[in-house]
């Protein structure tokens, strides 16, 4: 079964202070794992897939296969991070798995 | 620019009242999708189709059923509208069965 797992449902962190948003899948092949963020009043937005290995609004994400995670992270967080963020999975299903979402916050 | 829309913002229904919800996507995508998102549940698929008149059941399809007659307009319909069915409706759709573009929601309220 392909799962997603984002084990803090609320984090907070103060403005410069590094993130990490942390998430954990369960799926037997190859997977693609993507984060999608959704800001206070706006749609929900793809933030980066794992494999354009790029950085996008100072955010990065490492596949770990062996610890089976795709944590998100950022140095120093801004502000206007604060948003619900959601991991996904592509499996053999064809269709993506959403995990239940990190809502973080940047305290001034 | 990549557009997907949704006919309502805000619904309000009463219980066993027939509910109709679209989404138009203007790219021209094969895939089109229905979630809902409820706070600590994250997001749901209902249903989704990747071709026009075909769908298929998500996670959650029990009360829901869809239609696409076209292939750039998708739409959930809500039988007999129950009271645990008010929630967070998100449409969304892609060219291939990876990035998905959203629609901006519809909150259903069924009192």
Known sequence: AQRVTQPEKLLSVFKGAPVELKCNYSYSGSPELFWYVQYSRQRLQLLLRHISRESIKGFTADLNKGETSFHLKKPFAQEEDSAMYYCALLGGSEKLVFGKGTKLTVNP | ?111
């Not at chain 2, 996507?25 to 809902?36: A, C, L």
């Open chain 2, 1 to 111: 620019d990549v557009k997907v829309t949704q006919s309502s913002r805000y619904l309000v229904k009463r219980t066993g009242e027939k509910v109709f919800l679209e989404c138009v996507q203007d790219m021209d995508h094969e895939n089109m999708f229905w979630y809902r998102q409820d706070p600590g549940l994250g997001l749901r698929l209902i249903y989704f189709s990747y071709d026009v008149k075909m769908k298929e059941k998500g996670d959650i399809p029990e009360g829901y059923s869809v239609s696409r007659e076209k292939k750039e307009r998708f739409s959930l319909i809500l039988e007999s509208a129950s009271t645990n069915q008010t929630s967070m409706y998100l449409c969304a759709s892609s060219l291939l069965m990876d990035e998905q573009f959203f629609g901006p929601g519809t909150r259903l309220t069924v009192l």
